[in-house]
């Protein structure tokens, strides 16, 4: 089968200039964010919500995910080393060093998007759910490009398999196939990416505000908790453990978007913007003489 698998070697740096280097990893990080600014812009153009709210909208999401992965990874994944002695505290400032975990920005972008969706949505006409409905679609696009990079760092990869798509990461001093979970991750965003564009393109009329958010809920998560069944454990107090961190994480996100689902049928809300009607002005004396 070692005839059949694909030998993964590929240098995580795209070059290094001194003790400069640029990865894979960070330029498909920033293309997601720059992917997402297009199309946020698309998204108010059509919706008449003014541009100038683009750019606050970024800093608070770049703040957001940063943060919160790295506090996720810290947090969930290695408190003991990160907690345990002052070297490992002040790692959690080097993110450079390793270490993000997407339920952790996912939580932080909640957070966020709340401040941002309270201090500008109530003057132009949006709120958190309209915000987290087009934030989604902008996310599963990144989340593809930031688990393609997780496959140039040799990252985050699965259990041996005999399938003829398995990579040996020779990096990691791997000898036999694994499951490229890094792709099927990538692959199951991108489909879920497209199918929610699809849909705010052609059907916005036709669903209810929380319908995206509660849809990308399931479908991401619930893919993660199914391939994290073939991924190898991340860290060593994962050994033994019949759900994995991931898994155990992404139950709550799974269950808050069937109860997004139902909420927004119930209470049908339309998911675009609604402007209210600019007030009529009262005729003057002159003209109902006139």
């Known amino acids: 089968m070692e005839l059949l698998a694909i030998h993964w070697n590929v240098d995580p740096e795209?070059?290094?200039i001194g003790n400069f280097g640029i990865r894979w990893y960070s330029l498909l990080f920033v293309s997601g964010f720059i992917i997402g600014w297009y199309l946020f812009r698309w998204f108010?153009?059509?919706?008449q919500v003014p541009e100038w709210l683009l750019d606050p909208l970024l800093y608070t999401l770049l703040a957001a995910t940063i943060v919160g992965a790295r506090l996720g990874h810290c947090i969930f994944y290695q408190p003991d080393y990160y907690f345990g002695s002052w070297e490992g505290f002040w790692e959690i400032f080097m993110p450079w060093k390793g270490g993000l975990a997407s339920h952790g920005g996912a939580i932080a972008l909640l957070l966020g998007m709340w401040w941002y969706s309270n201090h500008y949505g109530k003057k132009?006409?949006?709120?958190?759910?309209?915000?987290?409905?087009?934030?989604?679609?902008t996310v599963a696009f990144a989340g593809c490009l930031i688990r393609i990079g997780n496959l140039f760092n040799s990252e985050i990869y699965g259990n041996v398999t005999d399938l003829p798509?398995?990579?040996?990461?020779?990096?990691?001093?791997?000898?036999?196939?694994?499951?490229?979970?890094?792709?099927?991750?990538?692959?199951?965003?991108?489909?879920l990416g497209l199918i929610l564009l699809w849909v705010y393109a052609k059907k916005l009329d036709k669903v209810y505000r929380g319908f995206f958010f509660g849809t990308f809920l399931?479908?991401?998560?619930?893919?993660?908790?199914?391939i994290e069944f073939i991924k190898e454990p991340q860290v060593a107090f994962e050994q033994g453990m019949t759900l994995n961190m991931g898994q155990l994480l992404s139950i709550p996100f799974i269950v808050a978007g069937v109860a997004l689902l139902v909420?927004?049928?119930?209470?049908?809300?339309?998911?675009?913007?609604?402007?209210?009607?600019?007030?009529?002005k009262e005729p003057t004396h002159y003209a109902k003489a006139l």
């Open 14 to 16: 795209i070059f290094t």
């Open 44 to 47: 108010f153009r059509r919706e």
């Open 124 to 137: 132009h006409d949006f709120d958190f759910l309209w915000l987290m409905d087009r934030l989604v679609i």
């Open 165 to 191: 798509w398995g990579f040996i990461f020779e990096r990691r001093g791997e000898t036999e196939p694994k499951h490229p979970t890094q792709l099927y991750e990538a692959f199951s965003y991108l489909v």
């Open 218 to 226: 399931i479908g991401c998560f619930g893919m993660r908790f199914l």
């Open 263 to 280: 909420y927004s049928f119930i209470a049908k809300k339309p998911a675009a913007v609604v402007h209210p009607e600019p007030p009529k």
